[in-house]
């Protein structure tokens, strides 16, 4: 028979147990913000809380070729970037699968998510000017500021060279710097009847809401304006502050980029699917910038690779362009259009759905492969390459499943979870009481501390690593109780074993949790082991089922070494316990007394 290890002091157990309560609690509130109601609210799933979810399935390559790894993850975070610009908050966007992305947004309903999954497409254009953007009242400057790219910190210059052409063009097709478009490019991007017809319609409704005096002046402006130097401009255009970000995509570019009022942000959360065309003008930003862009020239599709290195002569990082036949061709023709510029910026803007992702300056005609270099830092260099990359392999989406869910159905759908653990718990009590007796207030303690443990590191695990608490979740929570009384059953029926052997109460309880240990650490590890293999094979709610069982049976056994024994051996030393009917133990100790178990071989006791 096992023998019991030296004499244990559950104060000490119980103060590390107190302790790590107290450590739990203080990052709950004060790691939180706003309101004790704010600071103590789990982060809670589609189906507790209402809301949208979309599921976007990646078509297959060119040939037949499935997305990479890669490549899906670029797809995630560019869509992760759409949905943050269309102003929500706390979306999700993960991969699931080989070629699924799910796109959820607990607490509101919003259709524009349905939008998301249009092909990203990245644009090379021409940088006809640039002012700086410094909130909702901006001042204007002419002046092209040096060209950064949203990876290279704002103080830093990059640029874009290659081998010089032998005999460059003078010849320029670029646009003035009003935002004018090219009669080339103004033939090639007539739209179809009926969409200009709905943006005439648009543009109608919005000269009528900023008055046609704004309007008039707002399209004869030449330059950015400077409030500064002209405070009637300023209340002039001051209607131009409350447009709504589709509002703001129905302006002509040369008022987006010639009225502060329109801020970046304002350009940032603009709808996915109102972004300027490739053969038309853009205004587009990068972090204190706001760009007057020309048509795209280069698109996406025309690179062929992409990667970031260090340079060797001067030690910095770079990130390497090459491009397809017509692809460089084009790139040819625009950096010389860009170099031979006659105006002060020779830039080249990366824009990645609308947004600026780098504006090199163009210090040659390149017409071979192009370095970007700057002061970046690895990871910069590698996520502007992994952008550009993206580019010359174009994923397109389909939604496979698009789901509303309003939160009256979440409301249900959390007060469905909270009873059903409620009534788990409930049962799993009445029953330890009924035959544990004074034991089963062991179980309810265990059972309420556990409780408190897995609700603070629901809070947490919600603010750190994004763990939403779904349905399933609670599932997961609600089968964890059965784990639990399964810890409870092997160490009292233990002790009874113990009891009938002939031990006393006292003697016999670390003889039964030095017996009881082992299988309850080894019932554990399994749940564990199927937990875990569950959430690695399985997506979606039986992943979070998998995860929650899994953080419970930890905290389980926490409560099992930190709690459990130690109380028991509490116990084990009052009046109480030695009473037979308050106990639970009453048939064994009863037994016990009267007919006392004969001493053999086999069960005669090893007191130390």
């Given at each position: ?489 092997i160490y009292f029926e233990r002790l009874k074993d113990e009891i009938h052997e002939g031990r006393s109460p ?103």
């Amino acid at each position: 028979m096992a023998q019991p290890q030296a004499p244990m002091r559950p104060s000490r157990q119980l103060a590390v147990l107190a302790a790590i309560f107290i450590v739990l609690a203080a990052l709950v509130w004060f790691g939180g913000s706003g309101g004790w109601r704010n600071r103590l609210e789990p982060k809670l799933g589609l189906d507790l809380i209402g809301g949208t979810t979309v599921t976007l399935q990646a078509q297959n390559l060119e040939g037949g070729q499935k997305p990479t790894k890669d490549q899906m993850e670029t797809a995630r975070s560019i869509i992760d970037q759409r949905v943050n610009g269309l102003g929500v908050a706390e979306a999700e966007v993960v991969v699931e699968g080989d070629n699924n992305i799910v796109v959820s947004l607990p607490g509101k309903s919003d259709d524009r998510l349905k939008q998301i999954g249009q092909t990203a497409e990245l644009r090379f254009r021409m940088v006809l000017g640039s002012t700086g953007d410094t909130g909702a009242t901006p001042s204007a400057s002419a002046t092209p500021s040096a060209s950064t790219g949203a990876s290279t910190p704002p103080s830093t210059a990059a640029s874009a060279t290659g081998q010089p052409s032998a005999a460059p063009s003078a010849t320029s097709a670029a646009p003035s710097a009003s935002g004018s478009q090219s009669a080339a490019a103004a033939a090639s991007a007539k739209p179809s009847e009926s969409v200009a017809a709905d943006l005439a319609t648009r543009r109608t409704a919005l000269q009528n809401k900023v008055g046609q005096a704004a309007w008039a002046a707002a399209l004869a402006e030449q330059a950015p304006v400077d409030f500064t130097k002209d405070q009637g401009k300023a209340a002039l255009y001051t209607p131009f502050k409350s447009l709504t970000p589709q509002e703001v995509a129905d302006l002509p570019p040369s008022i987006q980029y010639n009225i502060p009022y329109i801020t970046c942000d304002m350009l940032k959360n603009r709808p996915v699917g109102s972004i300027s065309k490739a053969t038309e003008p853009a205004v587009a930003c990068e972090p204190g910038t706001k760009y007057q862009l020309d048509v795209a020239k280069v698109l996406g599709t025309d690179v062929k690779s992409a990667n970031s290195g260090i340079d060797s002569q001067n030690g910095k990082w770079t990130v390497n362009l090459s491009f397809n036949g017509t692809g460089q061709n084009a790139w040819t023709d625009l950096t010389r259009v860009a170099y031979n510029n006659g105006q002060d910026s020779k830039q080249v803007a990366v824009v990645l759905d609308n947004v600026v992702v780098s504006a090199p300056v163009i210090q040659n005609v390149i017409p071979g492969d192009a370095t970007i270099s700057g002061t970046f830092t690895k990871s910069e260099a590698q996520l502007l390459a992994s952008q550009l990359q993206y580019g010359a392999l174009p994923l397109s989406f389909t939604s496979q499943d698009a789901q509303s869910i309003s939160a009256t159905l979440g409301s249900s759908h959390l007060e469905a979870g909270l009873l059903a653990a409620g009534i788990g718990m409930l049962l799993v009590v009445l029953y330890s009481f009924f035959y544990y007796r004074l034991l089963g207030a062991v179980i309810m303690l265990s059972l309420v501390l556990s409780g408190v443990l897995v609700y603070m590191s629901i809070v947490l695990l919600g603010r750190s690593v994004g763990f939403t608490l779904s349905l399933a979740g609670f599932a997961g929570f609600i089968v964890s109780l059965g784990v639990a009384a399964d810890s409870f059953v092997i160490y009292f029926e233990r002790l009874k074993d113990e009891i009938h052997e002939g031990r006393s109460p006292r003697s016999a309880v670390p003889r039964a949790w030095v017996r009881a240990r082992r299988t309850i650490i080894s019932a554990n590890t399994i749940t564990l082991m199927a937990a875990a293999i569950l959430y690695f094979v399985s997506i979606g709610s039986v992943k979070g089922f998998a995860f929650a069982l899994g953080v419970a049976t930890i905290l389980d056994l926490l409560v099992v070494f930190l709690f459990r024994h130690p109380i028991m051996t509490l116990f084990a030393r009052s009046k109480a316990f030695l009473s037979p009917r308050v106990s639970g133990l009453g048939r064994v100790l009863e037994g016990t007394r009267t007919e006392p178990v004969p001493t053999t071989r086999r069960n005669r006791p090893k007191e130390a």
